[in-house]
């Protein structure tokens, strides 16, 4: 395996699995290990799931924010970071980030162009670009637009540090590809 995931969810997902059998071992990282300061794996990659700011699906956005400065650490270090959409109306759900984001909840199919030079070009690869299913769009940010639906930004990447963030609304798996890649080409950081 090339890479190591931490998967941040109360319990495990078929994403989980989906991670590992794209050849990425992975950590399951609950919303109390997040916080705790004890808790410090190694790993290549953190992935936050789409609902993370959705009360209805789970309690992760507190111990995200309270994790805010070891986050930011962690994609300083190295390593790479994963978001997915809000899943709600909540121009705040991005506030623990270290750079600017809003955020507009709008679920619907869209035809997604990915930026070739980006680390997210391959995130849709197994999919058909015409009709990608996304929870929102940003409106605002500061950083590059790595993807979009005509003008709207769907995809964003920052740079920071030795680490990549890259936030998206597509409501999808990544692309076996894109994981192998992205979770691959992180530094193994002490989270």
Request: aromatic letters at 12%.
């Amino acid at each position: 395996m090339s890479g190591r995931a931490g998967f941040v969810w109360a319990t495990k997902q078929h994403f989980n699995r989906y991670i590992e059998d794209s050849g990425i071992g992975c950590e399951l990282i609950t919303p109390h290990m997040l916080a705790a300061p004890f808790f410090r794996p190694t790993i290549t990659c953190l992935i936050v799931p789409t609902g993370f700011a959705n009360p209805a699906y789970s309690n992760l956005l507190p111990a995200l924010r309270a994790s805010a400065p070891r986050i930011t650490r962690f994609v300083e270090n190295g390593g790479n970071l994963l978001v997915f959409g809000a899943a709600m109306e909540r121009p705040d759900a991005y506030d623990w980030l270290p750079f600017l984001l809003r955020y507009t909840h709008d679920h619907h199919p869209r035809s997604i162009s990915c930026s070739p030079a980006s680390a997210g070009r391959l995130i849709i690869e197994d999919y058909d670009a015409s009709c990608i299913e996304c929870d929102g769009s940003f409106s605002e940010f500061d950083a590059e637009c790595a993807g979009s639906s005509g003008e709207f930004a769907v995809m964003l990447e920052k740079h920071l540090g030795k680490g990549t963030i890259l936030v998206t609304s597509i409501h999808e798996f990544p692309s076996r590809a894109f994981l192998q890649e992205f979770c691959g080409s992180g530094e193994p950081v002490m989270f």
